[in-house]
């Protein structure tokens, strides 16, 4: 693939994220190799591409958000942390997931929150928000950094590897709301069991064989 160019990251403090834009020239090359949903990784952290725009003639614009799905498609049909601290519920959200918790913050009292269908990400979010904390993503290490200060501001660094296998671009696209498994629920807990197979939910991997919900 062609060199990059104008490759820039921000980093949200709200989401505890980090995004990356960069242009590709219009080679032929370049329109095969780049596809929605494909990653990119560079030395300190994992991205997914979810947006390709076909600028000019000349460019084309690639954005990547963070590579948060093994949270974002972890479903914990109930969702149950009775009397306990923080830092147990962060690890409680991120079991089974693939990540870990480096818990920074201040030994709390204990809390209970109970709730049916949330994802991991739902979960973790949801803590952060009662207990006022920040969190970081570190996607290359899969690592949810909890800190209770502002300490997420120093400059990081970013840098951008080249190295991506992509495919093939006829529009400018977007994934952001694209989804392979949906759970359909109707009034009172209501689902589709009785009308599909016993299954909870509607999934189709035509385009990805990614789970994301």
């Excluded at 928000?129 to 400059?155: A, C, I, R």
């Excluded at 759970?183 to 939910?201: A, C, H, Q, R």
Aim: charged share 25%; aromatic share 16%.
């Amino acid at each position: 693939m062609d060199v990059c160019k104008d490759a820039y990251t921000e980093e949200t403090m709200r989401t505890g994220t980090r995004t990356l834009n960069f242009k590709v020239p219009c080679s032929i090359e370049n329109f095969k190799n780049i596809q929605e949903e494909y990653y990119v990784e560079t030395n300190d952290y994992m991205y997914v591409i979810k947006e390709i725009n076909l600028e000019d003639n000349e460019f084309i614009e690639i954005v990547c958000n963070a590579d948060t799905e093994d949270l974002d498609g972890n479903l914990i049909f109930h969702f149950d942390c009775f009397e306990t601290n923080p830092e147990t519920a962060y690890k409680y959200c991120v079991k089974d997931t693939g990540w870990t918790v480096n818990y920074q913050g201040k030994i709390k009292t204990i809390f209970t929150k109970q709730e049916p269908y949330l994802t991991s990400m739902e979960g973790i979010r949801a803590i952060a928000e009662m207990w006022s904390q920040e969190l970081w993503f570190d996607t290359k290490n899969k690592v949810l950094n909890v800190y209770d200060f502002n300490g997420m501001g120093e400059k990081l660094g970013a840098y951008y590897s080249n190295e991506l296998d992509l495919k093939m671009l006829t529009k400018q696209s977007n994934s952001y709301d694209y989804a392979t498994v949906l759970y359909p629920y109707g009034k009172d807990g209501l689902t589709i069991k009785s009308v599909n197979n016993e299954k909870e939910y509607l999934e189709n991997f035509s385009y990805s064989n990614k789970y994301i919900q």
